[in-house]
């Protein structure tokens, strides 16, 4: 807690130091979001709150609960409120442009958090580059289970997908792939449905292991399913430390803390990295200086460039990561 | 030969899901046949048992001419309310299901109060309760994954005599609703509710206490279901079970249970679920793309929602015929 207003107190400031922080006005800032149901949201959604908060501007909460119906209702409602300003976490790509395209019409500045609008058309988007984080985490265990393989050797890779009709999820699918693609003929890939919801996971999972037991690296689109994937390898005896026999070299996206303490326990090999303190500080500065500037239809998209925290890079980029941030300050101690 | 296509069709529509079922078994047994094997075959049971256990107490609602729609939300407090005693109070697994159960049955008489005490109409109340509960639970995890005691998953990934817990508990749960159903004069009491509820209570039953039970048996049903699950992973994320209600409605009326009431047993609930789960797990085993997963799935279900309508149909004519005085013309 004491680490993350430290890291809150710094946005805050790194925000003053740019020349908006502790000249603007008190702005009235919506912050409308679709659910806080997993560690990444709810780091992203304290990081924004906090921030705001200490900046000095006041915030609308509206939680959508996974409804994006609800969610154009809530922005509706916001921008009927009279708000000086919107940052939005969609549902998914197709509802963000919908949500944009009210706010900008009802000349109301919009940021758009992390998950991108299907177009870029209107409105500010901060998004990670997904398909160049999942790429350099898959290809790292990809390579692993080459390097542990006969060079002629056909070895067989699983990825984990996320739900279709989120373009994160579709865009960490297309950084797999082009890992695989480096690789030409040597792996035959299973795709399994995650649909984001746990039990569905576990059930492809289950029927994906057992159709294809030997299992030479696996990508989940997201950490959150890392203990589904341990429930479906430990009762096979597939759930090893890095170094034991029968390690299947497996990795992830989303930097969370159940990721940072399985790297480091040794059973996941890497994870890709979305940055999300910097992806909260551009989402407010964003939003601050369009309100200060008096622009009603700012549009630009800041890439989160990310990274890939793996066994190789630990000891030296571990407290980049959020999660790790998160897991120092006792947040899996529930 | 006319004659031997015309049984078979009405052999096909009176055995609608279980022909369905062998069909997709054999469809995807062709193309993998690995997916016949027995670890397969006790995989797609061990998944059913999650829908399946909430279909169970949905069929006995769906009986009553009812509707649930608080199992989703039920499938994630009851275990996170058990999850927290057994954390809290270092209680056994064994107890952790047991308040778990105890926690369904409160949040099903809360149901019925609504339903039976106020006549507040089930849809409304179901609804309502599916953003209570899961409000409730969410408020409770601050937004927050809730990891149970490590004993939590020993038990779910356990085998008793060589049978998963998962499928254990499943068997359990469908015969005692098949033998409350079938056996008893509770469940005899519930298909003469779903049939004619005035006549019901013209002929001195106590519908009232009949309606209750069965909001409540549903409820139990789910916080089951949704134990058993999360046992399996031991991790509840805030996000578990939703929209799992609409699941649990395909598989008791793929089933056999009907929307309007009177109709419906636990052995085609059992089945409902397990064949959305074979076709489902089927797609998964054979490697089918990802995008006509969902295409598929929802194609099955749908041919078999339709001959299980043909298959009703025709029952009731059949049933309307019979009632004519006979040698009339």
């Known amino acids: 807690m004491k680490r993350f207003r430290q890291i809150s107190f710094g946005l805050a400031l790194a925000a003053s130091t740019v020349g908006f922080g502790s000249t603007a006005s008190a702005a009235n800032i919506c912050f409308a979001f679709q659910d806080l149901e997993t560690e990444f949201w709810v780091a992203s959604h304290k990081a924004i709150v906090e921030t705001l908060t200490e900046m000095g501007h006041s915030v609308i909460e509206r939680n959508a609960t996974e409804d994006v119906n609800r969610q154009l209702e809530q922005v509706r409602d916001c921008v009927a409120q009279g708000v000086d300003g919107i940052i939005l976490i969609p549902q998914d790509g197709e509802s963000a442009v919908t949500i944009v395209k009210e706010a ?22 901060v998004v990670a580059d997904n398909a160049a984080i999942a790429e350099t985490a898959a290809g790292f265990v990809l390579e692993q289970a080459i390097a542990a393989a ?65 299992i030479d690296a696996m990508f989940t689109s997201s950490d959150f399913l890392f203990p589904t994937i341990r429930s479906v390898l430990e009762p096979r005896g597939m759930w090893k430390k890095s170094g034991e026999e029968g390690h299947i070299p497996l990795a992830g996206l989303d930097g969370d803390a159940t990721a940072c303490k399985l790297i480091k326990e040794g059973y996941v090999d890497a994870t890709g990295v979305q940055d999300l303190y910097f992806e909260a500080e551009a989402s407010v500065n964003a939003i601050v200086k369009a309100i200060e500037a008096g622009e009603t239809d700012p549009n630009e998209v800041i890439a989160d460039p990310g990274f890939a925290l793996t066994t190789a890079n630990l000891a030296e980029r571990e407290m980049d990561m959020w999660g790790c941030k998160l897991l120092a300050e006792g947040f899996l101690d529930n | 030969m006319k004659r031997i296509m015309k049984r078979l069709v009405g052999f096909t529509l009176s055995h609608s899901t279980a022909v369905f079922f062998v069909l997709i078994l054999l469809w995807f047994g062709v193309q993998a046949p690995q997916f016949l094997q027995p670890e397969s075959l006790a995989n797609i049971i061990k998944q059913s048992s999650f829908i399946g256990i909430a279909a169970l107490g949905m069929t006995v609602v769906l009986i009553t001419g009812g509707i649930d729609l608080s199992v989703g939300s039920v499938m994630f407090l009851a275990p996170l309310i058990a999850g927290m005693a057994m954390r809290s109070f270092g209680l056994p697994v064994e107890a952790g299901f047991v308040v778990a159960m105890v926690v369904g049955a409160g949040l099903g008489g809360l149901n019925a109060f609504f339903i039976v005490v106020l006549r507040v109409v089930p849809f409304i109340v179901t609804l309502a309760s599916l953003f209570v509960f899961r409000g409730f639970g969410t408020w409770l995890t601050s937004s927050t994954q809730f990891d149970f005691p490590e004993r939590m998953r020993t038990f779910g990934l356990s085998n008793v005599l060589g049978i998963p817990t998962p499928i254990l508990v499943f068997a359990v749960t469908a015969v005692a609703i098949h033998i409350m159903l079938r056996h008893t004069g509770a469940g005899r009491q519930i298909y003469a509710f779903g049939n004619d509820r005035e006549a019901a209570r013209k002929a001195g039953l106590a519908v009232e206490l009949i309606e209750a039970r069965a909001y409540i048996i549903s409820s139990v049903c789910a916080a089951i279901s949704g134990f058993v699950m999360i046992s399996q992973i031991g991790r509840l994320d805030v996000g578990f079970g939703q929209g799992r209600e609409f699941d649990v409605i395909a598989a008791a009326v793929l089933g056999g249970a009907s929307l309007f009431g009177g109709v419906g047993t636990a052995l085609g609930a059992v089945a409902g679920a397990t064949l959305i789960q074979t076709a489902k797990l089927g797609l998964v085993f054979t490697g089918v793309n990802l995008y006509m997963q969902p295409i598929i799935l929802g194609t099955v279900i749908f041919a078999a929602m339709v001959a299980d309508g043909i298959r009703g149909r025709r029952l009731r004519d059949k049933l309307a015929r019979t009632i004519r005085p006979l040698g009339s013309s």
């Open chain 1, 104 to 125: 900008t019409s009802n000349d109301v500045p919009i940021v758009v958090f992390n998950r991108p609008p299907a177009n870029n058309d209107n409105g500010v988007i």
């Open chain 1, 150 to 214: 006969p060079s002629d050797a056909k070895l067989h890779a699983v990825v984990i997908v996320g739900d279709l009709g989120d373009t994160n999820a579709i865009q960490r699918k297309k950084g797999f792939e082009a890992a695989v693609a480096k690789f030409p003929e040597r792996f035959d890939v299973t795709e399994v449905a995650s649909d984001w919801d746990a039990a569905t996971a576990l059930a492809n999972l289950e029927a994906a292991v057992t159709a294809k037991p030997k």
